[in-house]
């Protein structure tokens, strides 16, 4: 039987050339007809139920007249994301959350489910059986707030003369993150004038409740929170409450204008505050309560931005929690230079003519407030969000083009590459790494207050940001790391100190050890590292311990968990084996039984029209509390994996000459 198993394999192994090339060639065939005519590539964005119970329940807080049609293909879908555990998760299988099933729940009463309907009395059980709607975070609690089904002091105290604080308090809105400050600053209004949800059918869920929910009071410790820090903060809060009454009416004015100012600074068109769904959302009712018409340019432009996000399946639709076309059309350029043929050259090209101007060069964003002297010169991630462009798509965006001249052998995106790299480097963190969106956003105390129960109200340095920025460092000046003290090597040195134990590293952006390993070997390989160091053999050496039976890779969100004490086998997806195969090919590995395993397990889940299934999340939004499924990953990320083992198996190199 071993003998049968080992010829079979070895048989298949002969044969990978052939299937090597028809998988590549159905792959490439099926994402050039995904190409827009303008050249950008744009796929869904999925979270989890959350997003589209926030947009039901947003039609009935601001009373519109909801659509019926769009509210019942809204429920269906609601109702087919629902668990086998009667509540809803945060990723597809995972685990009962209580804030994502109060929400479907409400929206799906409010659409008009009956409560006796089998799979609203398994949600309300399931619901009950772990805690009631009591256990509900922050912002579920401020949304049934306005809906005046908890009161508001249920809701951690936040004021809106936070808006008025100096820069050097310890908290002032320019310590938190992007996606902080567009989402809390229109809350603050909200939560000064505590608009009542206009609620024309009049639904509630006290049924959701174990003690009548008016009783409710605020939330108790979360998990990834300080003791001390929380008990200091917690006593800061009890002060702010009692004082909170005896504000000046002025001073409350002045700081609601601050606040409002800010928000309708950056409304961004049909394109909404931050480009998010939850900042957008809360944008509009700000507006509502300040009593802004609806036919006003204003109003009617955030409130459009909303809808643009929705899908429509013809039976299903929902609500996607923002655009992805920058970060899909430059990881799509990578993955069809990568195949080298002159039609995925052609198509690449044009994705990145596409891409060349949205280059934001003129507006100085929020990340300018710590970085003054700086020249813009990076690309955000969704169609248009001049305030908050983010490294990780600027360098990648810049490792394309870089990667197309050479391709062309002459210059064509040399000026925006240089520009992104002076930008990218500007955005380097002190301590050597990058985060997101904003330099030394390390104010980590500040995930203590009451209100951040959720964990995530910064953005410091990552492994998986920083990587793809020395990446990028390295693939424009082979020579960077090796020039003591330049922002390349300091980056190196973040990265290796980063590493974790067990030689894995942690990714914030992507389900998670396999992204975080796959964007460091990349960086490493890039910097000049081969299998012979230490950091690149370990990291090897946990993908090969971690790689399924069936030779492929897989890890799901449960990865995130506080106490998570090493890899749980999870089943293979697509996505995770192409970032593994990635990132052993960057390492050297090309030639190993691992990488043929996970070619082999690529090519026998292909599906007859050249792409490959993928249910799964397999992104970070924020950990432990909001994940995202790209649909696009499914696509690029193996057809990119195989189109790089071709490569390097025809040219019997080990050495992949780019960044990524």
């Known amino acids: 039987m071993g003998m049968e198993a080992g010829l079979a394999g070895a048989a298949r192994l002969d044969a990978q050339p052939t299937r090597l ?60 994301v629902q668990g086998a555990h009667g509540g809803w998760p945060l990723f597809h299988g995972g685990a009962y959350d209580p804030s994502a099933s109060v929400k479907a729940y409400f929206a799906l009463k409010m659409i008009g489910d009956p409560v006796d309907a089998p799979h609203m009395a398994r949600a309300r059980a399931a619901i009950l059986a772990h805690g009631g709607a009591e256990q509900s975070n922050v912002f579920t609690r401020f949304l049934l707030a306005l809906y005046g089904i908890v009161p508001w002091d249920a809701v951690p105290a936040m004021p809106v003369e936070i808006a008025l604080l100096p820069e050097w308090f310890p908290f002032h809105l320019t310590k938190v993150s992007y996606w902080t400050r567009t989402v809390l600053t229109p809350l603050l209004v909200l939560g000064a004038l505590k608009p009542r949800a206009r609620n024309p059918r009049a639904v509630g869920i006290d049924e959701l409740f174990l003690a009548p929910p008016g009783q409710l009071r605020v939330t108790a410790r979360a998990p990834h929170q300080s003791r001390l820090w929380f008990a200091f903060f917690r006593t800061v809060e009890r002060h702010v409450r009692r004082l909170e ?40 009712q700000m507006l509502d309560a300040l009593g802004l018409e609806r036919n006003t340019g204003e109003y009617a432009g ?12 013809g039976e299903e639709a929902y609500c996607q929690p923002c655009f992805s076309p920058v970060w899909d059309t430059a990881l799509m350029c990578h993955a069809l230079l990568e195949t080298g043929t002159l039609q995925a050259i052609d198509a690449a090209l044009r994705g990145l003519e596409w891409l060349r101007p949205l280059q934001i060069l003129d507006l100085h964003g929020d990340w300018s407030l710590n970085r003054p002297g700086l020249r813009p010169g990076g690309w955000a991630f969704q169609y248009a969000n001049a305030h908050y462009p983010d490294v990780d798509d600027t360098a990648v965006v810049a490792m394309a083009m870089h990667r197309a001249d050479r391709v062309l052998g002459e210059p064509r995106f040399a000026d925006a590459v240089e520009r992104a790299h002076e930008w ?19 104010c980590r105390y500040l995930n203590n ?30 020579q960077a790391c090796r020039r003591r003290g330049s922002p390349a090597a300091r980056a ?67 990865s995130y968990r506080l106490d998570y004490a090493g890899h749980e086998p999870f089943q293979s997806l697509p ?28 090519l026998e889940q292909q599906r007859a029209d050249g792409l490959w299934d993928e249910e799964h999340h397999t992104a970070t939004g924020f950990e432990r509390v909001f994940y995202l499924r790209y649909h696009g990953y499914a696509r690029y990320f193996p057809l990119w994996a195989l189109a790089r083992y071709r490569k390097l198996r025809a040219s019997g190199s080990k050495r992949v000459g780019f960044g990524m």
Not at 254 to 272: C, K, M, P, W, Y
Not at 503 to 518: F, K, L, P, Q, T
């Open 21 to 80: 090339a028809s998988a590549i060639d159905a792959a490439l065939g099926a994402v050039l007809d995904d190409q827009r005519p303008d050249g950008h590539w744009v796929y869904e964005l999925e979270a989890d139920a959350t997003i589209p119970a926030e947009y039901v329940l947003m039609v009935h807080f601001l009373g519109e007249p909801p659509d019926a049609v769009l509210e019942a293909k809204i429920g269906r879908h609601l109702r087919r």
């Open 245 to 284: 009454p005896r504000i000046p009416a002025r001073l409350r004015r002045r700081a609601i204008e601050r606040a409002s100012a800010f928000v309708r600074a950056r409304l961004n068109g049909e394109h909404g505050l931050g480009a998010i769904f939850p900042a957008m959302v809360n944008a509009v």
């Open 302 to 313: 955030a409130r459009r931005a909303i809808d643009r996000l929705l899908v429509d399946r």
């Open 424 to 442: 990218v480097l500007g955005m380097q963190s002190r301590d050597g790494g990058w985060g997101a969106f904003d330099p030394d956003n390390t």
């Open 449 to 478: 207050i009451p209100f951040a129960d959720h964990g995530a109200l910064l953005d410091p340095p990552t492994a998986d940001v920083s990587a793809r920025c020395l990446s990028m460092l390295a693939q424009l000046d082979p």
């Open 492 to 558: 190196l040195d973040w990265l290796l100190c980063a590493q974790e134990p067990h030689g894995a590293w942690y990714g914030r952006w992507g389900i998670n050890y396999v992204y975080g390993v796959w964007s460091a070997l990349c960086a490493l390989n890039a910097a000049g590292m081969g299998m012979e160091a230490r950091p690149v053999a370990r990291a090897v050496d946990w993908l090969h311990a971690v790689q399924n039976p069936d030779g492929g890779w897989g890890e799901d969100g449960s």
């Open 575 to 602: 996505s995770q084996t192409a970032w593994a195969l990635l990132g052993l090919m960057a390492a050297g590995a090309v030639d190993s039984p691992a990488v043929a395993r996970g070619i082999d397990w690529l």
